[in-house]
C-alpha cells in the first residue's frame, strides 16, 4: 500500500466515524429533548433580554446621574459666587460713594484718583469675567425685576418717562439672576391738560 492509499483509507475512516456519530446521535435524540432545548433557549433568551433591560436602564440612570451631578456643581458654584459678591457689596458700594462725592474727588491728587479708578476697574473687570454685571446706570429703562425705585422725579420730556434719572445705590447680577437690585430715581412724564 502507498501512502495515498493509506491517507485517503484513514481520511475515509474518519469520515465514515463521523457519519457514524451524527447518525449515532440523531438516532439518539428524540422529539421531547427537542422540545426540552427549545424551552431552556426560550428561558435563556428571555434572561438575556432582561439582563439587556436591566443593563441599558442602569447606564440611563448613570448618565442622568452624571447630568444631576454637573448640575449640582454648576448650582454650587454659582451660589458661592453670589455669596462672594454679596461680601463684596459693601466694597463696590464705598467706591461708588467715592466717586459720587464730586468736591471730595476733585480735591484729592489726580495720580491717587487714577489709582483709585484703576482699581475699580480691575475689581469690575474680575466680577465679569465670573457673570457679574451692574443692574442700573441713569438714562436706562426702569425694569421692576433690576430696580427698586426710591422716588419717582417729575420730567418735561415724555422719551424720559419711565427712565432711571439718577441711581441711589448701584444692583448687581449674576448671569441673569438678581443678586441686589439697584435702588433708583426714576422718571414720570405727566401731559399738561
Partial sequence: ?????????????????????????T?????????EYKEALQKCTLESENYLDGWQRSKADFVNL??????????????????FVESLLPTLDS???????KDAWEQA????RKG????YAQLQSVLESYG???????????N??????????????EDQDNVIQEVVRSGYTLNDSVIRPAHVKVGSFEKEH
Avoid: C
Fill in 1 to 25: 500500500m502507498s501512502n495515498n492509499e493509506a491517507e485517503f483509507t484513514e481520511e475515509n475512516e474518519d469520515d465514515i466515524t463521523a457519519a457514524e456519530l451524527v447518525e449515532e446521535s
Fill in 27 to 35: 438516532e439518539s435524540v428524540d422529539l421531547e429533548s427537542i422540545d
Fill in 66 to 83: 452624571k447630568k444631576r451631578a454637573a448640575e449640582d456643581v454648576s448650582r454650587i458654584q454659582s451660589r458661592a459666587t453670589e455669596g
Fill in 95 to 101: 467706591f461708588d460713594m467715592a466717586f459720587k462725592d
Fill in 109 to 112: 491728587p489726580e495720580q491717587w
Fill in 116 to 119: 483709585v479708578e484703576y482699581i
Fill in 132 to 142: 457679574v454685571s451692574i443692574a442700573g446706570t441713569v438714562g436706562e429703562t426702569f
Fill in 144 to 157: 421692576h425685576e433690576t430696580h427698586e425705585p426710591v422716588e419717582t422725579i417729575s420730567v418735561k420730556s
